[in-house]
């Protein structure tokens, strides 16, 4: 939803500076089509041909006196609703764009809105989705390009957004597709061993790596190169969280690390125990904090504003500072190691070796809710504000009600090891 409302927001300013350009133009709306080109060509050099030639059909279809006649006010609401939908399928995404409309103003311009309305329907329809369980399984074949089965590895982690997926395999390859049609698009080497973690973010065109080669790697999704080499952990590294400015990633070695995007103007933070990689030019990412104290390698780590879980084989999970380092409680609440842990609102979220899912009061650090019902360790959760997803070495997906605690639902065990 915030990126929703972030694209949104970019959307409406490039309509408010269009429509600034047209302001010798307008008295009450739109009229010289010519000079409206023109302004629109002037107002944001980076449209492109095809978006140019629907705003400035749009504008025009807003234009009163430009409407044929014998054209009822229905038609005309239909033709600037195709108009706008055209807009926002590419300045929103084909995935925001039925979620917007927009309002035409008195003085020519155009207001864009969430449509609420739609928002709620389709979340009605989800959750009952969710909790009926009614999805279909697509397979995706996780290594296209290799043709003898004896050469198949296992997949170890697996990350997606709306414009791409990515898995890490033990065959110290990440392999690409494209999220909408699932074609696999190749695949990135560059690690001496198995990739055990990533994190995404394609609208920057970024992939971050983790693996058992003790290196974070930097990817440049338009390329496939590396464009930076992280060095400081000293064995594999097993957990990676990358939000903003800042990445959280975690180590067999015991410690946490937490890295920044830097532009070279705070060296004087950054921290000297980790091995800089000089050939980089900024920005990139230097080391900023590291978080020791875990007596066990440290499985997961997840950050929410300014405070970081790690969640480690010795117990424990450890709340820690962003920006200090220091930390802030420790949690005593498996009887075995931890693999996973999640921050959301009021909550950590926790599942362990010992078949378990722990939803924690983050601020008193007291158990509010055991979930059992999982028969093996439970090696990964995803939760929002409403569901938790959880999957086991049991080879089940669970889907839990994250209020009550209930089972909504248990998907078939589609895969076929842990």
């Known amino acids: 939803m915030l990126e929703f409302e972030r694209r949104i927001t970019v959307m409406q300013e490039r309509i408010d500076n269009i429509f600034a350009n047209l302001s010798e133009l307008v ?19 980076s449209l492109n041909t095809d978006l140019l030639h629907l705003y400035h059909t749009f504008f025009r279809a807003l234009n009163v006196s430009s409407i044929p006649s014998g054209t009822s006010p229905y038609q005309r609401r239909q033709e600037l609703r195709t108009l706008f939908s055209k807009i926002a399928s590419i300045e929103l995404g084909r995935e925001f764009y039925r979620s917007a409309t927009f309002i035409p103003e008195s003085n020519g ?42 050469q198949r590895e296992g997949i170890y982690c697996v990350v997606f957004d709306h414009n791409t997926l990515a898995a890490g395999s033990r065959d110290n390859l990440i392999r690409i597709w494209d999220m909408s049609s699932l074609n696999f698009k190749g695949s990135l080497s560059s690690h001496d061993g198995s990739v055990l ?16 080669d003790a290196t974070i790697r930097v990817w440049d999704l338009k390329t496939g ?39 070279g103007s705070d060296v004087s933070s950054i921290d000297e125990s980790a091995e800089q990689d000089e050939e980089v030019p900024y920005p990139k990412f230097v080391s900023f904090r590291v978080l020791s104290g875990h007596r066990a390698a440290v499985n997961s780590v997840h950050f929410l504003d ?46 362990s070796s010992d078949q378990v899912i722990k939803i924690i009061d983050r601020a008193t650090g ?53």
């Open 27 to 45: 008295s009450v709306e739109p009229r010289n089509s010519r000079l409206l080109s023109h302004s629109l060509a002037q107002s944001n050099q």
């Open 109 to 150: 311009s155009i207001r864009v809105l969430v449509d609420w309305h739609y928002i709620y329907l389709n979340r009605c329809l989800l959750d009952k989705n969710w909790r009926s369980g009614s999805c279909v399984p697509t397979l995706v074949d996780g290594a296209p390009d290799i043709d003898d089965p004896r």
């Open 197 to 212: 973690c990533l994190q995404l973010d394609s609208e920057r065109n970024l992939l971050i790596s983790g693996s058992s």
């Open 225 to 263: 190169a590396v464009v930076q080499k992280m060095y400081g952990h000293m064995e594999s590294v097993l957990g990676l969280h990358f939000d903003g400015l800042h990445l959280a990633s975690c180590s067999k070695d015991t410690t946490a690390r937490i890295w920044r995007w830097s532009d």
């Open 306 to 351: 300014d405070i970081v879980a790690t969640a480690s084989g010795d117990r424990s999970v450890r709340l820690w500072n962003l920006y200090s380092g220091a930390v802030i409680r420790t949690i005593q609440s498996h009887s075995r190691g931890i693999a996973c842990v999640q921050l959301i609102g009021e909550y950590i979220i926790t599942g």
């Open 366 to 418: 007291s158990e509010a809710q055991a979930l059992v019902g999982h028969t093996g360790l439970v090696r990964t959760i995803h939760t929002n504000h409403s569901k938790l997803v959880s999957g086991s070495y049991d080879q089940t997906i669970k889907v839990w009600d994250l209020k009550s605690g209930e089972l909504l639902h248990q998907l078939p065990r589609w895969h076929e090891s842990k």
